[in-house]
């Protein structure tokens, strides 16, 4: 009996990961469908790419944006790294100014890359791309840190949200990075069209 208790238990554990992983890409995958949704709109442009390429671009957005938040997180856990077990303490200076740089240029190549292929785009550069990434990448810095200040100095969810609280900030961001990422998609837009000598149609 027991032994067949602890079966139970290893195959409900392995269910419950194999539910969480397709729970968890199904959210990815919604959340980039959406995505190129709000890019379309913002880039006055209508879908109308077949479904076997529409899903193409889909998973390889996701698989894109997924690989990018990893090496990302990669990056500062071997700073981090570097400063416990060889230098113990701090980063020198140019360790850490070369860090973050790493880090904001991968940022911005992943802000590129849902400017460049996300919108249903027919001649789509890369230079196109470019300034609403920085742009994109500057909101999203200001609104991560004003999140930070608010959630530790001003407000404190957490009396009225309890275990939520870690919910309630993580959607907050996530707004704010949808906002800013459709901020800078509106910026490459009117700058396309500004140089191609196209009216908006707004």
């Given amino acids: 009996i027991n032994q067949l208790s602890a079966e139970l238990q290893q195959h409900a554990s392995g269910y419950g990961l194999l539910l969480t992983a397709l729970g968890a890409l199904w959210a990815a995958l919604n959340g980039t469908w959406a995505l190129i949704f709000g890019l379309n709109i913002a880039y006055e442009v209508r879908e109308d790419r ?3 390429k529409l899903g193409l671009v889909l998973a390889g957005l996701t698989l894109a944006l997924a690989l990018g938040g990893i090496l990302t997180l990669v990056l500062l856990w071997l700073a981090v790294s570097l400063e416990s077990a060889v230098f113990h303490g701090a980063l020198p200076i140019g360790l850490t100014v070369l860090e973050w740089l790493a880090v904001l240029a991968l940022l911005t190549l992943c802000f ?5 292929f996300a919108p249903n ?3 789509a550069r890369w230079k196109w791309s470019t300034p609403g990434s920085v742009c994109t990448l500057l909101l999203w810095l200001l609104a991560a840190i ?4 608010y959630f530790g100095h001003i407000t404190d969810y957490s009396r ?3 275990h939520l609280n870690s919910v309630i900030m993580l959607l907050l961001w996530l707004y704010f990075t ?3 990422i459709l901020i800078g998609a509106e910026m490459n ?3 396309e069209k500004a140089a191609r000598g196209r009216p908006s149609t707004r």
């Fill in 50 to 52: 077949n479904w076997p």
């Fill in 112 to 116: 590129a890359t849902i400017f460049r």
């Fill in 121 to 123: 785009l027919k001649d």
């Fill in 146 to 149: 004003g999140l930070r200040i």
């Fill in 160 to 162: 009225s949200y309890g």
């Fill in 178 to 180: 949808n906002a800013a």
């Fill in 189 to 191: 837009s009117e700058i």
